[in-house]
């Protein structure tokens, strides 16, 4: 069965530091990742994807993706209160479909 | 675009009644998601369709549960008959799959209460 783990949390940073939100999977054969922000009570937005190894930045936000070990990473630099929100790790499936499989997302507190 | 339109935003039933939600994913997209996300179970997939052909109805908890795609523009997933353990948020998801890249857009849910 395809997992995605991630540590529940919740994480607390103060603001303006680096929080560094880490996601494993069990699917060798995935694809691709992706990063989605959920404020409660709200629908799953993407922030960012990555495909290939190594490190994708996107203003304040870096993925980072390592296959060997099959960890995903996503750090928010400067972190401000307007990040806290859950963040939700996905794997891209393989098999033809596609289709992403989530984890339970990790709880991010980003207090002043 | 207005993006992934799902109604209604809430729902509150009775058990036993037959509960429908509707989702009007993003124009020219080819794939359509239904999720369920509860505190307990987090997102889960219930059912997946790709060109409004459903590939994957395996997170479809039971036979009360049933969705359909007519067209490119419409889906809809019945809960027939309704159970209080059926409480959730439902999230309608699009995408334009290309390869292995594909993004999904999600839409703002149904909140459903089953009483």
């Known amino acids: 069965q395809k997992e995605v783990e991630q540590n529940s949390g919740p994480l607390s940073v103060p603001e303006g530091a680096i929080a560094s939100l880490n996601c494993t999977y069990s699917d060798r054969g995935s694809q691709s990742f992706f990063w989605y922000r959920q404020y409660s009570g709200k629908s799953p937005e993407l922030i960012m994807s990555i495909y290939s190894n190594g490190d994708k930045e996107d203003g304040r936000f870096t993925a980072q993706l390592n296959k060997a070990s099959q960890y995903v990473s996503l750090l928010i630099r400067d972190s401000q209160p307007s990040d806290s929100a859950t963040y939700l790790c996905a794997a891209g499936a393989t098999g033809g479909s596609y289709i992403p499989t989530f984890g339970r997302g990790t709880s991010l507190i980003v207090h002043p | 675009d207005a993006g992934v339109i799902q109604s209604p935003r809430h729902e509150v039933t009775e058990m036993g009644q037959e509960v429908t939600l509707r989702c009007k994913p993003i124009?020219?997209?080819?794939?359509l998601f239904w999720y369920r996300q509860t505190m307990m179970r987090g997102l889960e997939l219930l059912i997946y369709?790709?060109?409004?052909?459903?590939?994957?109805d395996s997170g479809m908890p039971e036979d009360r549960f049933s969705a359909k795609m007519p067209n490119a523009s419409f889906s809809t997933l019945k809960i027939q008959p309704s159970e209080p353990r059926d409480s959730a948020v439902y999230f309608c998801?699009?995408?334009?799959?290309?390869?292995?890249?594909?993004?999904?857009?999600f839409g703002p849910g149904t909140r459903l209460l089953v009483l």
């Open positions: 124009s020219g997209h080819n794939s």
């Open positions: 369709f790709n060109n409004n052909v459903p590939i994957d």
């Open positions: 998801a699009s995408s334009f799959q290309t390869g292995a890249q594909e993004t999904q857009y």
